[in-house]
């Protein structure tokens, strides 16, 4: 089962409510909305920085033994990408954050929970999202790793205007989804059905409010801030904005603020920027919601959660408060952005005449140049060139003999950050016995270097411990090396060579030779 956000959680069925759609005035802004610029700015370089170098959120947890497994949280990566296309100066960034998202493997895990669920399973929120940054950032929904996303959203409509999950797991669609579903629609050009909108408005409380789940009859309907926040946009974008359920919920809304200018959530600083797009979105005012949220922000940028004990900056609750920063809604947000190669190396040290394995990701068709330089040089040139195919992944096998620095770069685009291969020299050894306890050790290391490497032969005393046994230069040519020991004593002993570590290769041993003293 994927793993959900806090924008896709359960919550306890609720009870249904429909309040009609009588046109009414909308308020007109007399100014733009509020932002603040300056924190914006700080709270932007804050989650770029960090992002993965894939521009990617990377969760953890422990499992059942204790380990600690790592996972690449994609329903955050997009708040983060949400968060940035708003305040723009790190496209970059979020490009290699699209490319990572658009990535085959990601949107199967994403979107249909792959590879645990079942066949054809597919999760509306998580498809909806998607949809919309691609379609936000210029992109095409019907064409994200293989996947018509547009198409795999409508196909879980409900008869009743409502979306339902498909898979093996339930469902787990809501409130959250349906609204990113009208806004994912309306981004991608689409009609959106006005059976969808009334889908939607059907959820709405008594009051005003929209719950998180769809509620259901006999069960309380509690509204929450952050589901109205976000039904407040996308009831602004299908033409809804002058209805009396709008009005109802803005009215509901702007009640919930408390006098700091928060808004109540579990995390009141992701509420209360949920809180103050939908205000933005209708053209309502969002009071001093802007001043507590910069009242939140550390030294670093980043902002805290809001919750009490709460003193550290968090990536989620920064994502979600920067739009509000900025004073752009989702849509208002939306602006083309490249996508940007996205550079791994299948390991970062290797030993020398050995390979190892360069993947780009990068988008389909673009041709993408591999920039690269091996100690002693530090001047970059271009050592592999390919065009995408659809799988928008390309593999190199490269095989340097000193460490070495790379970059990948679609033509037209940023270049990726740089990776350091560290490569150790390649060392063998021989020994072979010339006269009574004495021995010529020998073996060569590659690659030559000027001057010879530094070989230094080392005898084991137990398991762990290593003594210094004789040093010499290898041939600054042919890199062959030799060196006679005499011993005093007699018995078998583990012997490895060694070269240390400088700016040309990392540290080398040899394997290990077991020798019989006599």
Known sequence: MPVLSLHSKLVPALVAVTIGTAAIATPAFAAPPPSDAAAASKAAAL?????????????????DKGKTVTYTDWGRTIDAALALLAQAGHDATLGRALTSVEDPKAVAAYTQGAPGDEAGAAYVGATAKLAFVVAATGGDPTKVGGVNLITQLTSLETTDGRFADRSSFGSFANVFGHAFALLALKQAGQTVPDALVQGLLSAQCGDGSFPETYPKAGTTCTGSVDATGLVLQALAEVGQGNAQATQAATTWLSGQQKTDGSFPGQAPVNSTGYAVLGLDAVGASVGNAIAYLTSQQNADGGLRSGAASSTASDDFATAQALPALTGKTFVASARTVMPQAVLTLARTSMVATEATGVTVQAPPNSIVDLFAYSRPSTTFAVVRTETVGTSGVVTWSVSPLTNTRLYAQTRGGSATPQVVLGVAPALSLTAARTATRTYVFSGRGIPARTGGLVISLYRFTDDTHQV???????????????????????GRFVFVVRTGNDL???????????????
């Open 468 to 490: 210094l046994t004789a040093q010499t230069r290898a041939d600054a040519k042919t890199g062959s090396w030799s060196l006679t020991r005499a011993f005093t004593g007699t």
């Open 47 to 63: 989650l770029a920085h960090d992002l993965s170098d894939g521009g990617t959120i990377v969760g953890s947890f422990q499992d």
């Open 504 to 518: 040309q290769n990392s540290a080398g041993a040899s394997g290990l030779r077991s020798v019989t003293i006599s």
